[in-house]
């Protein structure tokens, strides 16, 4: 143990202590297999009662939506980790501040991609996720270029940084937003990384891992995805974050590759992204690519509540609340529209 | 009737309800409130059960409930209380429904015509103040700007303000045409929204801005925000366009702002007019909504109760089983043997309201299930009883120790607190309480009601403060003279001085007391030393202010004090006197210590009463046995020791030997045989002979406890062990007959001493949060005879150290009395 973990619990220990008793009310599996034989989403809301969602749908009348189940959840998750942030000290807080800073990059870029395509800002608004929301957001509006952007909106935020790469381009269309997207992401979780080795202790171990995995994860999916567009493979690799295992031989390799089954290839000399890849694929009963990063990245998420001491647990505790939210949203939606099949498509936690 | 002293006898049943009365029945059983019934259905799932339509039926209507009620808080609306309200028939419900869902939409539509009024109003009003604050920025303006007046456009935006340049740039600038915004944003945004506007539009923009004094009600939210008027100067569309947008990114709501004075003052009357007019108009909505409101508050919480039953109704239903013809449900159930009657009658009554011919039936069955405990209580035990229950709950039928708590835990609280007046404070407070309690029931405020439910409590606890505190002779720390202090001033030598005068008689009682006593009197240190005149005493009586410290004093004479003890409690002078804590310190830890084992040993007491009442007796020899051996060779020996001392070493208490060090050489000395060792500790006087008497039997008693440790460990496993063999061998006798006694070993004692609380001393012994006792028997056979020993061990040391620690802990009646 070093020194640092000592005196862990006199700055963080509270938020610890709570946030372990928050893990407890993830919902288990036999509490998934409950909530997969509702029949309505009435039955859906009353199984949830049981849980440690409790009363969080009483106020709503039936039938109940399921985007208002989703935005239900999301403001209890946002309501939590507000709380967190405010009984945060430093470094926690400024770990916990990194958390939404990926929430930002989403809106902004919901944003843009809303404005270019004639979308109200009112609307676009409500879209936004409220851990991610800051003062100068709505008025990405006003932006152009990518330099606008930065001058006019995101220079008094902690994404400036980031952006810095972006300037260059040209103008604003769909691909150079995936392009911004990415490089701002690629910038976020370096940044982030970096930050945490520097904590270092059980926190620069643990989300060392998640990082990592999160870096390389990015770096298949911008690969997959920019098949058949005009991103050419020296761009392509300047997208991918460097801080994961797949640096920097994986990504050379990556950046070589044409079609899925040459990424597969590459995934295949690293073990723990080979059993990935080995059960993934759209075939019924196959669970598609992202399904099995999302398994994974459950799988080690749980790992970091092995450890004490560590700001991983926080980090870990959002992914996968997120994770949840998703799942009761998937169950929600699959009974909501009588598409019963699919309904054990989520992924359990615990 | 049920004894006090015990819990409940409770009898299972077996309900038989006709489908068409059972609501009834229920209803009736449920006012009753005297039965425990169990889920038969314990793996279907909520959603699966037989009434959970009716169950989602009430849930909607406790929302939109919920939604009055909100709607009530949010209008200061006092709902009006109501009594004990039946649960209607079931076919009430649709009506109920209907109601609700009405009031629901209608309060609604109000809210949205009061939605749509307020926002308009608010409109309205940021224009107000738009109108009036750009008034001062165009005066402001005016007397540069006049010059560039004459161009002027109209619309939305308008040219002008030319007072924002100076001469100079006047005549560069001819030609161009300044545009301005008007506007209104929140307060807080407003320093964002100047940075992003000067970075956005590279500084061309000019922003005026003053903060509106007013606050808004956000018609969504209902809260109260600031808001700052904003006037924005620019040039040229495309700043026009980026400015509006970055506006409306802000939520800043603009208006239009006239060109002309004239037209901004014509606005701003008509303006006002309106703004007149739509208060008017709010002001009749919230009249109908108030009064809309005001009907729903003399209802609502009778709706709630009924709501609430009917959903209770169903609820417990959902817990029943269907018979196979589906004509009716069956239910089992606890209830308490007495109330049988009763419960017959509401099942009755019931069925008769229903309308149904067939009766319900109420069948007893016999059952192995472990039985409930149940103590009836009235509002004096109840506060009591919870305090238990707080500590563990009793088995079924084992004794309670309730009873005896509501003299032990005053008491021992009192032995803390220890002071009348402060006790009278409390007992007129808790008496108050209890005589207004029909009105302070409605009180819903937590803390209070904590107060309010152990009201007897906090009686029962003042009453003996009052009783300790007399004892003490302490009335708000100070004592009380009541019957004049028995010591008297005793001097011998012929130099003393009091207050200034030579003096060498004897003062009388009250003349002495007053002069010296009273707080009036001098300051003079008293120094109380019950010895004899004329042996030699260190004690002085001095005088502070002739610093006369040599004169000596001893008080009383021999004679006046055994003609006058102070006739109750401690001596007034006391309190007076310096070495006050080092009489009273010692008096109260070893009254402590006294009470402490006193109310231990009570708990092992209740314990035998337990063990004869479930006729193990083997316990009563095996545990009982050793542990009052235990726990009166040890602290019984210190409690008799303790008297002794009191008795033999008065007055003069120094030449008395020390308790404590008695204590720890009757183990650390057990083997000396030398002579010193034995007559310096000893408390029964210093010669050999009557020394070597107490050491002989401290001998003894250790001896005792130690063979009660392996006594109370192997005696009852092995026990268990022989008469299993036996059972084996034999096979002539049942061996569930001695299972109780091998249950015994997991269910008593685990909270005996756990506990270790000292104000629960009584409760210790019997107030059991441990596995079955009564019907539970058959069980026993299955512990293996490993666990039996591990469990055995267990309660032996726990009880070993428990009783050391216990007397320990006990010490704190006087440390808390101290700092009391």
Not at chain 2, 215 to 230: A, H, M, Q, R
Not at chain 2, 713 to 740: F, N, Q, W
């Amino acid at each position: 143990m070093s020194l640092a973990e000592y005196g862990f619990n006199v700055d963080n220990g509270y938020l610890e202590g709570l946030l372990r008793g928050f893990r407890s009310g993830i919902l288990n599996k036999t509490e998934y297999l409950n909530l997969v034989q509702c029949e309505t989403i009435d039955d859906l809301k009353l199984q949830l009662q049981a849980t440690d969602y409790g009363n969080f749908l009483q106020n709503e009348p039936s039938p109940i939506a399921v985007s208002v189940i989703d935005e239900k959840l999301r403001s209890r998750l946002v309501v939590e980790f507000r709380h967190f942030r405010n009984h945060a000290v430093e470094p926690l807080s400024t770990f916990l501040d990194y958390i939404t800073y990926s929430y930002m990059i989403d809106n902004i870029i919901l944003l843009i991609t809303g404005t270019l395509r004639q979308r109200q800002i009112a609307e676009l608004r409500n879209k936004c996720h409220p851990l991610g929301s800051f003062a100068e957001m709505e008025s990405v509006n006003i932006a152009s270029t990518p330099a606008d952007l930065y001058n006019a909106v995101l220079v008094d935020t902690p994404l400036a940084n980031y952006f810095k790469s972006c300037i260059t381009q040209t103008d604003l269309d769909e691909v150079n937003i995936e392009i911004i997207r990415n490089s701002l992401y690629k910038a976020y979780i370096e940044d982030f990384y970096q930050f945490c080795q520097n904590i270092g202790g059980a926190t620069a171990d643990v989300m060392g891992t998640i990082l990592a995995f999160e870096a390389d994860r990015r770096a298949f999916i911008i690969t997959i995805n920019s098949f058949g567009t005009e991103l050419t493979a020296d761009d392509r690799e300047k997208l991918y974050p460097s801080c994961g295992k797949l640096y920097p031989y994986g990504l050379h390799q990556l950046a070589k590759c044409e079609d899925y089954e040459q990424v597969r290839q590459v995934a295949e000399t690293y073990p723990e992204y080979a059993s990935i890849f080995a059960g993934a694929g759209n075939n019924p009963g196959e669970k598609t690519l992202e399904d099995r990063f999302f398994e994974r990245e459950v799988q080690i998420n749980m790992l970091s509540f092995m450890q004490q001491f560590h700001f991983g647990i926080f980090y870990s505790y959002i992914r996968l609340k997120e994770q949840e939210s998703r799942n009761i949203v998937w169950i929600a939606e699959c009974i909501a529209q009588r598409h019963r099949t699919k309904i054990d498509n989520y992924i359990p936690i615990f | 009737m049920a004894s006090i002293f015990r819990s409940e006898l409770m009898t299972y049943a077996q309900l038989f309800l006709q489908a068409d009365s059972a609501y009834a029945c229920i209803r009736e059983v449920g006012e009753l409130g005297k039965i425990e019934f169990m889920d038969l259905n314990p793996t279907t799932s909520a959603f699966q059960r037989k009434f959970v339509s009716e169950v989602r039926r009430c849930d909607e209507m406790e929302r939109k409930l919920r939604f009055l009620n909100n709607e009530l808080e949010k209008t200061n609306i006092p709902i009006l209380p109501c009594g004990n309200v039946e649960a209607p028939d079931p076919q009430i419900m649709i009506d109920l429904e209907s109601a609700f869902e009405s009031k629901e939409q209608e309060l609604k539509e109000i809210n949205v015509n009061k939605h749509s009024l307020k926002k308009n109003l608010l409109d309205l009003k940021e224009l107000h103040h738009i109108l009036q604050k750009t008034l001062v920025f165009f005066t402001e303006a005016g007397q540069g700007a006049m010059r560039t007046q004459g161009a002027m456009e109209t619309g939305e935006e308008g040219k002008g303000a030319g007072g924002l340049l100076n001469d100079d740039e006047l005549a560069g600038a001819q030609a161009t045409k300044f545009m301005f915004v008007t506007g209104v944003i929140a307060c807080e945004r407003l320093p964002v929204f100047e940075r992003v506007l000067w970075r956005a539009c590279r500084g061309n923009v000019f922003l005026r801005h003053a903060q509106i004094e007013e606050f808004f009600e956000d018609p969504n939210t209902g809260n109260l925000v600031s808001k700052c008027v904003i006037i924005l100067f620019f040039q040229g569309d495309q700043l026009r366009t980026r400015v509006k947008k970055i506006c409306e990114g802000f939520c800043a709501t603009l208006y239009q702002c006239p060109e002309s004075a004239n037209d901004r003052l014509k606005m701003h009357t008509d303006v006002a007019n309106r703004i007149n007019d739509l208060q008017n108009v709010l002001r009749t909505t919230e009249d109908h909504s108030n009064t809309y409101l005001l009907d729903i508050a003399r209802h609502i919480s009778e709706w709630q109760q009924k709501v609430t039953k009917i959903k209770s109704i169903y609820h417990t239903m959902n817990k029943f089983n269907l018979d196979a013809t589906r004509q009716c449900l069956i239910a089992e159930c606890w209830c308490p043997e007495d109330d049988m009657g009763a419960i017959q009658e509401a099942l009755r009554s019931g069925t008769e309201r229903s309308g149904s011919t067939v009766p319900s039936i109420l069948n007893r069955m016999r059952t192995t299930l472990k039985h409930p405990t149940y103590f009836r209580t009235n509002e004096f035990t109840g506060s009591f009883q919870a305090i238990v229950d707080s500590y563990g709950v009793a088995s079924y039928r084992e004794v309670n120790p309730t009873p005896y708590t509501i003299v032990t835990f005053p008491f021992l609280f009192a032995v803390m607190f220890g002071d009348a007046g402060h006790g009278l404070l409390m007992t007129l407070f808790a008496f108050s309480l209890i005589i207004f309690q029909n009105k302070l029931r409605g009180v819903k405020d937590e803390m209070f009601g904590m107060l309010f439910s152990g009201r007897y409590l906090i009686l029962m606890m003042g009453i003996f403060s009052m009783y300790t505190g007399l004892i003490y002779n302490d009335v708000y720390a100070k004592p009380l003279n009541i019957f004049g202090s028995s010591w008297r001033p005793y001097y011998y030598g012929a130099n003393f001085t009091l207050a200034g005068v030579k003096n060498s008689t004897y003062y009388t009682n009250e003349t002495w007391f007053a002069k010296y006593c009273a707080p009036t009197g001098p300051n003079t240190s008293i120094i109380c030393n019950p010895s004899p005149p004329g042996t030699v005493c260190n004690y002085v009586f001095c005088n502070p202010a002739t610093s006369d410290t040599k004169s000596l004093c001893n008080l009383p004479t021999e004679a006046q004090r055994r003609n006058q003890p102070y006739p109750f409690g401690l001596d007034p002078i006391w309190a007076m006197s310096v070495n006050n804590l080092i009489f009273t310190n010692p008096y109260k830890m070893k009254m402590s210590i006294v009470l402490g084992v006193m109310q231990m040993l009570f708990g092992v007491i209740l314990s035998v009463i337990n063990y004869i009442y479930f006729k193990k007796y083997i316990r009563v020899i095996a545990e009982f046995i050793p542990q009052v051996l235990f726990l009166l060779s040890l602290f019984g020996w210190l409690i008799l020791l303790i008297f002794w001392k009191w008795v033999s070493y008065y007055p003069d208490a120094t030449k008395a030997p020390n308790l404590l060090i008695t204590l720890i050489y009757m183990f650390l000395k057990f083997t000396s045989t030398s002579p010193d060792g034995v007559t310096e500790y000893s408390v029964f006087g210093p010669t050999t002979s009557v020394a070597s008497i107490q050491s002989t039997t401290q001998k003894i008693l250790v001896i005792i406890m130690v063979i009660c440790v392996p006594w109370m460990l192997l005696m009852k496993p092995l026990y268990v062990i022989c008469k299993r063999k036996m059972a084996h061998k034999g096979h002539t006798h049942s061996v569930s007959a001695d299972g109780e006694d091998v249950e015994g070993g997991v269910d008593g004692e685990v909270a005996k001493l756990k506990d270790g609380d000292l104000k629960q001393g009584a409760s210790k012994k019997s107030a059991v949060k441990a596995p079955p006792s009564g019907g539970g028997g058959e069980h026993g056979d299955d512990i293996p005879t490993g666990e039996l020993f591990v469990y055995q061990s267990i309660h032996t040391i726990e009880y070993c150290l428990g009783t050391i620690s216990n007397t320990a802990s006990y010490l704190r009646l006087w440390a808390l009395g101290l700092a009391h």
